[in-house]
């Protein structure tokens, strides 16, 4: 019985090689693809190594998928999207004040220069580069300034740390769009200075306001009382003018007098009378 059931068995065994080889061989082939094939994701540029080693001769891989040889080459994504880095920095003012400074850097790496950038630097080119450019730019600019320019002159100062850090990365390919320095910060005593004199300035101009206010009021009421003595004046020259008018009236016709009584009177008995019966009657001087 054994000698039937021997031929069986190695057939057996060898339909069970062939589906191993099968499955091996699947195996290789999926490997061969997975790494033949690589995918640069959005908002990156491909960096292509080839034995590991970044090929400087190939510009940086654009979005989407490409074919590489399998095991000999590999694609590194490096992110080329605009990022930021913030970053609070302490130092010394040029008066030797301490200053807490916070900077906020936005940047991304150069789309046609990435792969300059990962040989020269790598990935962590954030921490190894940014970071201490960052640090020592606004150190050296805020040392610069005394600490109540830093406040009075804070768009110069931007410009300058701007300027300094633009210029300490631009040689590693790394492009800047913003760079906006978020907060100062002084010492307790030194704020405290500074709002006193603040409030000191105000209270001067306060003053000020209050001194102009006063003048203006003064020459207000000075040129009111010129205009009331003018109208005293121009009243009393007219009722002096009237006097003349009337004395030289009387002077020329003895009987004017009796006229002005005749044009005073309003018909009536006065109940007083003068002596000799004569009513008496109020002329008027003007």
């Known amino acids: 019985m054994s000698k039937y059931q021997q031929p069986k068995i190695e057939v057996n065994f060898g ?19 997975s790494t033949s094939v690589q995918i640069v994701e959005s908002g990156n540029r491909g960096v ?8 400087t001769t190939v510009p940086p891989l654009e979005e989407g998928l490409h074919f590489v040889v399998p095991f000999q080459d590999k694609v590194v994504n490096m992110e080329v999207r605009t990022l930021k880095y913030v970053k609070g920095t ?22 046609n220069s990435v792969h300059v950038l990962y040989k020269e630097v790598g990935l962590d080119y954030e921490n190894r580069i940014i970071q201490p450019a960052v640090e020592e730019v606004v150190k050296q600019i805020t040392a610069k300034y005394n600490a109540e320019e830093l406040i009075t002159k804070r768009p110069l100062v931007k410009s300058d740390i701007e300027t300094e850090i633009t210029a300490r990365l631009t040689p590693y390919h790394i492009n800047t769009d913003v760079i906006s320095i978020t907060d100062f910060q002084f010492s307790p005593l030194f704020a405290q200075a500074i709002e006193s004199k603040v409030e000191a300035e105000q209270n001067a101009l306060r003053a000020e306001n209050d001194l102009r206010r006063i003048e203006v009021e003064a020459r207000q009421q000075e040129q009111q009382a010129k205009g009331v003595a003018a109208a005293n004046v121009a009243e009393a020259e007219g009722e002096a003018e009237a006097i003349r008018i009337i004395n ?31 009513p008496f009657i109020q002329i008027p001087t003007k």
Do not use: C, M
Request: charged share 15%; glycine share 8%.
């Open 15 to 33: 339909k069970a090689k062939l589906v191993i080889f099968g499955v091996i061989g699947l195996v290789l082939i999926a490997v061969i693809s």
């Open 48 to 55: 292509l190594l080839h034995w590991s080693a970044v090929d």
């Open 90 to 111: 302490s130092g010394a003012s040029r008066d030797l004040q301490t200053v807490s400074t916070e900077v906020t850097v936005n940047y991304r790496a150069s789309p």
């Open 248 to 278: 030289e009236a009387l002077a020329q016709n003895p009987n004017y007098l009796e006229w002005l009584k005749v044009q005073a009177w309003d018909g009536k008995l006065p109940l007083v009378v003068g002596e000799g019966g004569t």
